[in-house]
Nanobody, 124 residues
Framework: QVHLVESGGGLVQAGGSLRLSCAASGRTFSSYSMGWFRQAPGKEREFVAIIWWSRDFTSYADSVKGRFTISRDNAKSTVYLQMNSLKPEDTAVYYC?????????????????WGQGTQVTVSS
C-alpha cells in the first residue's frame, strides 16, 4: 500500500517556475515507478513524466520536454516535478501516481495509487 500526498502547487506568471513534491508513505516506495499526470478543465487526464523504480530513467510528454524535470529521493520517499518556463497551457490539477511498470509513457490504468492532486495555475 502506498499513500501519496502532493504539494507545491500555486499561481505563477508565465515564464515562472514551480516545484511539486509528492510524499509517499509505505514501505515499497522504491519498488514503484513514479509518474506525474495533469488534468485541465474539460480535458482528459494526461501523462506528464515518469521516473523508473529500478534506476533513474526518465521520460516526458513532448509538451513538457526540456521544461520539466522529474526526480526522486528514495530515502525521503518523495518524487519531485521541477517545472520551468511555465505556460498558461500548463494550468491543470497535477497528480502523482505509483506504478509497478517501467514504460516510456504511463497510462492512467497502469497506476495503482494516486495522490489527491495539486492545482497549478499559470497566468499570462
Amino acid at each position: 500500500q502506498v499513500h501519496l500526498v502532493e504539494s507545491g502547487g500555486g499561481l505563477v506568471q508565465a515564464g515562472g517556475s514551480l516545484r511539486l513534491s509528492c510524499a509517499a508513505s509505505g514501505r515499497t516506495f522504491s519498488s514503484y515507478s513514479m509518474g506525474w499526470f495533469r488534468q485541465a478543465p474539460g480535458k482528459e487526464r494526461e501523462f506528464v513524466a515518469i521516473i523508473w523504480w529500478s534506476r533513474d530513467f526518465t521520460s516526458y510528454a513532448d509538451s513538457v520536454k526540456g521544461r520539466f524535470t522529474i526526480s526522486r529521493d528514495n530515502a525521503k520517499s518523495t518524487v519531485y516535478l521541477q517545472m520551468n518556463s511555465l505556460k498558461p497551457e500548463d494550468t491543470a490539477v497535477y497528480y502523482c501516481a505509483a506504478s509497478p511498470r517501467q514504460r516510456l509513457f504511463l497510462a492512467s490504468n497502469e497506476c495503482d495509487y494516486w495522490g489527491q492532486g495539486t492545482q497549478v495555475t499559470v497566468s499570462s
